[in-house]
């Protein structure tokens, strides 16, 4: 899902990188390594959440996504929506503090 959250929002979210990158997903194509988009040094919010906001629009990969639990080494016990535990640590701006991810049930 993706939609328009802001009055200043430009009018076509095409060409934005979140739009195509959600048209990939959306047809079926997996995600592998890294997504500078949910860089977690660059782009915390997205990394952790799944919700990428780009020139007043919002795109929700969460019902793509799966919901783990990400255990850091200085930051204690965390929440992250990724398609997988590899592109967890991919995205993850120091990865050798990740000491255990384990996979949430629905």
């Given amino acids: 899902m993706y939609y ?9 979210p ?4 979140a739009y195509e990158l959600y048209k990939r997903v959306e047809a079926g194509e997996e995600l592998k390594g ?4 949910f860089s977690e040094l660059w782009h915390y919010e997205a990394y952790r959440t799944g919700i ?14 799966k919901l783990y639990l990400v255990k850091f080494k ?7 929506y990724a398609p997988n ?10 990865p050798s503090h990740i000491l255990k991810i384990v996979e949430v049930p629905e």
């Fill in 14 to 17: 095409e060409g934005l990188s």
């Fill in 34 to 37: 890294e997504q500078p988009l």
């Fill in 85 to 94: 535990k590899g592109f967890i640590r991919a995205n993850a701006s120091t």
């Fill in 4 to 12: 328009k959250f802001s009055s200043t929002a430009i009018e076509n």
């Fill in 74 to 80: 200085h930051y204690g016990w965390m929440e992250v």
């Fill in 52 to 65: 990428i906001k780009q020139s007043g629009w919002l795109f929700d990969f969460r019902p793509f996504f």
